[in-house]
C-alpha cells in the first residue's frame, strides 16, 4: 500500500508541475457553474436543488477525463521510460492502482471545489441534502469508471492524442447506450436492458438520492474491468518479442475469468432489489409504512396493470422504468395479495379493446417534432387498479409533472409522486368496494348505540311512527353486525334528571321542541360509541325510514377505518365584486374527488348534510342566520370544519381593487374568541405577481410577462411552517393571498388547544388600506408604505377542543320562517287546510373534545384564478393550496396514511423569491469561491513543493 501510495503522490505531482491539473480544475469549474446557472437556468426552474449541477455531469466528464488520462501510459510508451518502469521491482499492479488513484484524486479536487454550491443554495430555500449526497457519491463513481477507462486507452498507444478519442468514444459508448436518445428506439424491454447497460442511466438513479448497491456495483465492475485489461496490456509488453509460454496462457485465462466475474456479479445482483439505500429527506422513493398498511387491508387480490406502449413521447419514455420498478415494489410489499403486470395495447387488438370499453383506457394522441419531420404518436402511459367490482385508472396527467424552463420554452417532465397517485388509486377502490357492504365487516371492536329519548307518551306524534322505523333499522343492523352492535336507550328525564344534567355537560344536549306550535319540550337524540370516539347522529331532514338508516350509517362509516369520507363545501354564489365572474373551485374539487367523497350545499336550510363528515366553508359571504346555524350545531356535534375567510376580498382583473366584505362569521368568531384583524398583511419574504409589459423590438411592441414581487402574496416557508404539524410540515413552501392576521382571546380558548399552522416572516407588517397597488417608486423595497415594527402574523390556526354554541339561550333559527316563506304562505288559498310541517329542533349547547375549526384567513386560498395566477409565474401548476388543504381535510378525518405520503413529495422546494440583482450577486459568490478554492490548491501545492525541496536539501545535506 505504500508504494501505491508513493506512486499516487508522484503522479499526483505531475499533474500539478505544469499547467494541465489548473487547466483541468478551471475547465471543470467554468462549464459547471455555466451550465448550472445558464444551460439549466437554475434561477427560472424555482426548485431548491442540485439538479443541474449534475445533469451535464456524465458528458463533461468523458472529456475532462479523457484529457486527464490520455497521456498516463501513452507518454511513457512514447519516451521509452515503460521498460523501465516495468523491469523495477514494483509491479505493474501496484503502478496500475497509483496512476488511478491520482486521476481519481484530481476529480476529487474538481468536485470539492463545487461544494459551496449546494451551501449557497441551502440558504435560497429548503435544500434535500440526500440528492446531493447521492450526485456527489455518483459522480465519484462515474469518474472512476472513466478514469479506468482512460488508462486502459493510454495503455493501447503511444499517442495521446490518439488515446484522448479512443477514451472519449469508449466512454461515450457507455453513455449512449442507456440514453433516451437511443432506448426510445426501442420497446421498453429492450429499452430497459439498454438503460442496465448505460452509464448515463445508473447516475441519474444514483444522483436521485438512492444508493442502490446495484447501480455502484456496475461502476465498480467497470473499473474492475479496465484496470484488469492494463493491467493485462502491461504484462503484454513486458512478453513482447517472447515466444508463447504456460504463463501467458495462464495470464489470459485469468484475465478472462476476471471479467467474467465483474460480468456475473452484474447478472446475480439484478434481482436483488433491497440492497438500497434511501438518503432524500422523507424517503420519497421508498413505499411508506401507510401503503403497506392499505395493503393489509386487502381480503381479496388486488391487480394493478400498467399499460405502456413501446413508441411513445420521449420525455414520457424515460418514466416508464421507474414506474415498473415502484409498481414491482407494490408486488413485494404485497406479496401474495397484489398481481402487477405489464401489457403493450397496440400489441394485442383484444386487450386494447378490454381497455377502451371495460376502463375507459383510450391512446392519447402526442405531437412529436424533429428538425427533420413531425408526426403524432398514439400512445398509453396508464396504470388501472382493480379490487373486486371496483377500479380507478391513472393516467398520463395524474402521474406526471410537466414545468417549463426558463425563456425557452422547454419541458422538464418528471415523475409528480406516483406513490400518492397509485396509493390514492388503491385506498380509493379498496373504500368504494367496502361501501358496498357493511361498515361491519371492518370493526375490530364493540360498536354502541344510545338513544337518549324520552318515552312514547312525551313524543310529538310525529315521531311516534319515526320512533318505530328506529326500532327496525337497529334490529336489521344488529341482524348485520355479527355481535358487534349493542343498542340501549334511556329517558333523560328519569329520576331526578340527572342525566339530562349530565349530558348537557358532557355534549351540550338539551330538551327539543317539535315547533312553535308544540312547545311542549322532549329528548331524542341518539349517539354512537365505542372504545375511543363518539360520533352525534343527527336527526335528518327527512324524517323516513329511508333516511333514517342512511343518517345511522353515515355515522358507522365514519367511525369504520377503510371508507370513503364525504366533505361538504360551501362555495360562495355571489359574484365578487366590480362585476367579475364568482370565486371557482374545480381544481380544488378535482384535486380533493381523488381521496374523499365531494358534495355541495349552500346550508340554507338550517341543517347540514347528515352523511357529512368534514364541513369546508371557502370564501363565504354574508351567511344569514340558518347557515351559521347549521355551521354552528355541526361544530357542536364534534365536527371539524375548514375554514378559509378573511374581511376582504381582492380583484386582479384589469387593475388590481381590494374591497371589504362580511362572510355573516364575525359574531359567530368573536363568540368563540377568534379574532380576524380588519387588515391585510405585508410580508417581504413574498411571491411573484405576473405582469403584462410592452416592449418594444423596434417599430414593434411585443407584449411579454414579468414577474414582479407583491408583498401582498405572502411567501411562507421553514419556520413559517409548523413542523410539529402534519397539515403544514411537508409542504416546503405555500404562498397566502391578501390574507389577515388571526388572534385569539387567551381566556375563552384556554381549555382548547390553539396551533398555528402558518406564519409569515419575521419582516412582516399589517395594512387597512384598500389601495392594492404597488408603488416601486416612492416604496421600492416592499411597493408599499408601512408602520410600525416588523413581526410574525399568524394566516392559519387550529382550534381544537369543546366550544360553546353561539346560539345558547336564543330561538333556533329552524322555527322561524323567513319573510319569503311567510309571503308564500300569505297567497295561498285562505280557505285550504294548512298543514303544518314538523320541524324538530334543538340546541346542542357545547360541543365533545374532537370539535376543531381549522381557519385560513384568505378568501382566495385554492381558488381557480388565484392558482393560475401563481402557475403562470412557475412555469408549472402551482398546487401547494390544495395540499395544505387536502392535509388538513386527511388530518380531521385522522387519516394519516395519505397525508405522510402526501408531505413525502419532491416537488416542494420551492426558492425564496429573489430579484436580478440578487441572482446575479449569486453567481458572482459562486464564481468567487470557486476561484478561491482554485487559488487554496495553489497555495497547497506550492506549500507541498516546498516542504519537498527542504526535505531534499536536508538529504543531500546528511550526505
Given amino acids: 500500500m505504500k508504494t501505491i501510495l508513493k506512486i499516487t503522490k508522484k503522479e499526483f505531482s505531475t499533474f500539478f508541475s505544469s499547467p494541465a491539473a489548473f487547466l483541468f480544475l478551471g475547465v471543470f469549474i467554468a462549464v459547471t457553474l455555466f451550465v448550472f446557472f445558464w444551460v439549466e437556468t437554475f434561477f427560472a426552474r424555482n426548485i431548491a436543488d442540485v439538479r443541474p449541477l449534475f445533469h451535464w455531469m456524465p458528458i463533461l466528464l468523458i472529456f475532462l477525463v479523457s484529457a486527464l488520462t490520455m497521456r498516463s501510459w501513452s507518454e511513457e510508451r512514447r519516451s521509452g521510460s515503460i521498460e523501465t518502469l516495468l523491469t523495477t521491482p ?22 470539492l471545489i463545487t461544494i459551496p454550491l449546494p451551501f449557497i443554495i441551502s440558504f435560497l430555500g429548503p435544500l434535500d441534502w440526500g440528492p446531493v449526497i447521492g450526485g456527489y457519491v455518483a459522480a465519484m463513481f462515474l469518474a472512476a469508471a472513466y478514469v479506468s477507462i482512460g488508462l486502459f486507452m493510454s495503455s493501447r498507444t503511444d499517442n495521446p492524442i490518439v488515446a484522448l478519442i479512443m477514451s472519449s468514444v469508449v466512454c461515450g459508448l457507455f453513455y449512449l447506450v442507456g440514453s433516451t436518445t437511443l432506448t426510445t428506439l426501442f420497446g421498453h424491454s429492450l429499452g430497459s436492458f439498454f438503460n442496465l447497460l448505460g452509464s448515463g442511466s445508473r447516475f441519474e438513479s444514483i444522483t436521485r438520492g438512492v444508493l442502490d448497491f446495484r447501480d455502484l456495483y456496475y461502476y465498480i465492475s ?12 502491461l504484462e503484454k509488453l513486458r512478453w513482447a518479442g ?9 495470464w489470459v485465462l485469468v484475465t478472462t475469468l476476471a471479467i467474467l466475474n465483474f460480468l456475473a456479479g452484474n447478472l446475480w445482483l439484478h434481482p436483488i432489489g433491497w440492497a438500497r439505500a434511501d438518503i432524500t429527506q422523507g424517503n420519497i422513493y421508498s413505499l411508506s409504512p401507510a401503503t403497506d398498511q392499505y395493503l393489509k387491508q386487502l381480503h381479496e387480490p388486488l391487480l394493478i396493470r400498467g399499460y405502456f406502449t413501446s413508441k411513445t413521447h420521449p420525455l414520457l419514455a424515460p418514466l416508464v422504468p421507474q414506474l415498473k420498478d415502484l409498481l414491482e415494489e407494490y408486488s413485494i410489499l404485497g406479496e401474495n395479495r397484489v398481481h402487477v403486470e405489464f401489457v403493450d395495447p397496440q400489441e394485442s387488438a383484444e386487450i386494447e379493446e378490454e381497455a377502451a370499453s371495460k376502463y375507459g383506457i383510450k391512446p392519447v394522441a402526442f405531437q412529436m417534432a424533429s428538425k427533420y419531420q413531425s408526426s403524432v404518436v398514439n400512445s398509453y402511459f396508464d396504470i388501472l387498479i382493480a379490487y373486486g367490482d371496483k377500479h380507478e385508472v391513472l393516467s398520463y396527467s395524474d402521474l406526471i409533472e410537466i414545468k417549463v424552463k426558463g425563456a425557452g420554452q422547454d419541458l422538464d417532465v418528471t415523475l409528480k409522486n406516483p406513490e400518492y397517485a397509485i396509493t390514492s388509486g388503491i385506498r380509493k377502490t379498496l373504500t368504494g368496494y367496502q361501501s358496498g357492504g357493511t361498515p361491519f365487516d371492518t370493526f375490530k371492536k364493540q360498536v354502541s348505540f344510545t338513544g337518549y329519548m324520552s318515552d312514547n307518551n312525551e313524543l310529538p306524534n310525529g315521531l311516534l311512527e319515526f320512533r318505530k322505523s328506529l326500532n327496525e333499522v337497529l334490529d336489521d343492523l344488529k341482524k348485520e ?75 358507522l362509516k365514519r367511525m369504520a377505518p377503510g371508507f370513503l369520507k364525504t366533505v361538504t363545501m360551501v362555495l360562495p354564489a355571489t359574484p365578487s365584486p366590480y362585476g367579475m365572474r364568482g370565486k371557482r373551485y374545480s381544481t380544488l374539487k378535482d384535486f380533493m374527488s381523488e381521496n374523499v367523497r365531494i358534495k355541495e350545499d349552500d346550508l340554507k336550510g338550517g341543517i347540514v348534510p347528515e352523511e357529512t363528515d368534514l364541513l369546508m366553508v371557502l370564501a363565504p359571504k354574508d351567511l344569514n342566520e340558518k347557515q351559521l346555524f347549521a355551521i354552528d350545531q355541526f361544530l357542536m356535534r364534534g365536527g371539524s370544519i375548514v375554514m378559509a375567510t378573511s374581511p376582504f376580498d ?76 402534519s397539515i403544514a410540515s411537508g409542504l416546503g413552501q405555500v404562498t397566502l393571498n391578501w390574507a389577515s392576521p388571526i388572534s385569539w382571546n387567551k381566556e375563552k380558548n384556554k381549555d382548547r388547544s390553539v396551533t398555528p399552522l402558518l406564519t409569515s416572516s419575521k419582516n412582516s407588517w399589517v395594512s387597512d388600506s384598500l389601495n392594492i397597488t404597488p408603488n416601486i417608486q416612492l416604496y421600492p423595497k416592499l411597493g408599499f408604505a408601512t408602520d410600525g415594527d416588523p413581526k410574525p402574523q399568524i394566516m392559519a390556526a387550529v382550534f381544537e377542543g369543546r366550544f360553546d354554541s353561539y346560539f345558547t339561550n336564543k330561538e333556533s333559527p329552524l322555527l322561524k320562517k323567513d319573510d319569503g316563506a311567510e309571503k308564500k304562505e300569505n297567497d295561498k288559498d285562505e280557505n285550504k287546510p294548512k298543514e303544518e310541517n314538523m320541524v324538530v329542533s334543538s340546541i346542542i349547547e357545547r360541543s365533545s373534545e374532537s370539535a376543531r375549526i381549522i381557519l385560513i384567513s384568505s378568501n382566495g386560498f385554492g381558488e381557480d384564478s388565484i392558482l393560475g395566477i401563481a402557475s403562470q409565474g412557475m412555469g408549472t401548476q402551482y398546487t401547494k393550496p390544495l395540499e395544505f388543504i387536502q392535509n388538513s381535510v386527511d388530518w380531521s378525518l385522522e387519516d394519516r396514511g395519505l397525508l405522510s405520503i402526501r408531505s413525502r413529495s419532491h416537488f416542494s422546494r420551492m426558492l425564496l423569491q429573489i430579484t436580478e440583482t440578487d441572482q446575479m450577486i449569486i453567481e458572482y459568490i459562486s464564481y468567487g469561491l470557486a476561484l478561491i478554492g482554485l487559488f487554496v490548491v495553489w497555495i497547497v501545492k506550492k506549500q507541498i513543493q516546498r516542504i519537498t525541496k527542504i526535505r531534499h536539501q536536508a538529504i543531500l545535506m546528511e550526505a
Fill in 242 to 250: 517472447n515466444p508463447p509460454s504456460k504463463k501467458h496462457r495462464q
Fill in 650 to 725: 381582492a380583484s386582479i382583473s384589469g387593475s388590481l381593487t381590494a374591497t371589504k366584505t362580511s362572510s355573516g362569521l364575525k359574531k359567530w368568531f368573536e363568540h368563540n374568541g377568534i379574532n380576524l384583524e380588519e387588515k391585510m398583511i405585508i410580508d417581504a419574504q413574498n411571491g411573484s405577481l405576473p405582469i403584462p409589459v410592452k416592449r418594444y423590438i423596434g417599430p414593434i411592441a411585443v407584449q411579454e410577462i414579468r414577474m414582479l414581487a407583491y408583498s401582498y402574496f405572502a411567501d411562507v416557508r421553514n419556520e413559517g411552517l409548523n413542523s410539529n404539524n
Fill in 222 to 233: 467497470i473499473v474492475g474491468i479496465f484496470l484488469t485489461l492494463n493491467l493485462f496490456t
Fill in 90 to 111: 514494483i509491479r505493474p499492479a501496484q503502478l496500475v492502482l497509483g496512476k488511478f488513484f491520482a486521476g481519481l484524486g484530481l476529480v476529487a479536487i474538481a468536485l
Fill in 481 to 555: 353486525s355479527m355481535g358487534k352492535f349493542t343498542v340501549s336507550f334511556q329517558n333523560p328525564d328519569a329520576g331526578d334528571g340527572a342525566l339530562g344534567k349530565e349530558l348537557k355537560k358532557k355534549y351540550g344536549f338539551g330538551p327539543q321542541i317539535a315547533s312553535l306550535f308544540d312547545p311542549k319540550p322532549f329528548w331524542f337524540y341518539m349517539v354512537l360509541q365505542d372504545d375511543s370516539e363518539t360520533i352525534q347522529v343527527p336527526l335528518p331532514k327527512d324524517l323516513s325510514k329511508s333516511a333514517l338508516k342512511q343518517s345511522i350509517e353515515a355515522g
